[in-house]
Nanobody, 122 residues
C-alpha cells in the first residue's frame, strides 16, 4: 500500500498549484484523506481534510484559497492552491485512512505520501 503524491514546484506569490495524491494497493475502502505541511523548523500541520462522504475542513490560514477534493473511483485526493503566499512554502504530505483487504481480513491502516515540495517566492 502506498500513497504517491505529485504536483509540487516553485511558483511566485499569487500563483496556483494543484497537488494530487493517489492510493495504491490492497485497498477495500478509503475513508478520510488529507493534506499536511511542514515548513522548515516548524511542526507538521493539518492543511485540509475530506471525509469519505465529501465533508471538508481547512486550517484558517488557507480558507478561501485552497480547495480539497477527491475522486473515489481513482482513490485520489487533490489540493487546489490559489493565491499562494511565501508562508505557504513547505513540504506537503498527503494522508489517508484506509481499510485494506488482505485475505479474509479488513485491517485499518493510515498511509502517508512521500512529501512534495511547494516553494512560493515573493
Amino acid at each position: 500500500v502506498q500513497l504517491q503524491a505529485s504536483g509540487g514546484g516553485l511558483v511566485r506569490a499569487g500563483e496556483s498549484l494543484t497537488l494530487s495524491c493517489a492510493a495504491y494497493g490492497r485497498i477495500y475502502r478509503v475513508n478520510d484523506m488529507g493534506w499536511y505541511r511542514q515548513a522548515p523548523g516548524k511542526h507538521r500541520e493539518l492543511v485540509a481534510f475530506i471525509t469519505g462522504g465529501g465533508t471538508t475542513n481547512y486550517t484558517d490560514s488557507v480558507k478561501g484559497r485552497f480547495t480539497i477534493s477527491r475522486d473515489n473511483a481513482e482513490n485520489t485526493v487533490y489540493l487546489q492552491m490559489n493565491g499562494l503566499r511565501p508562508d505557504d512554502t513547505a513540504v506537503y504530505y498527503c494522508n489517508a485512512d484506509l481499510i485494506l483487504h488482505i485475505g479474509s481480513a479488513y485491517p485499518s491502516y493510515t498511509a502517508w505520501g512521500q512529501g512534495t515540495q511547494v516553494t512560493v517566492s515573493s
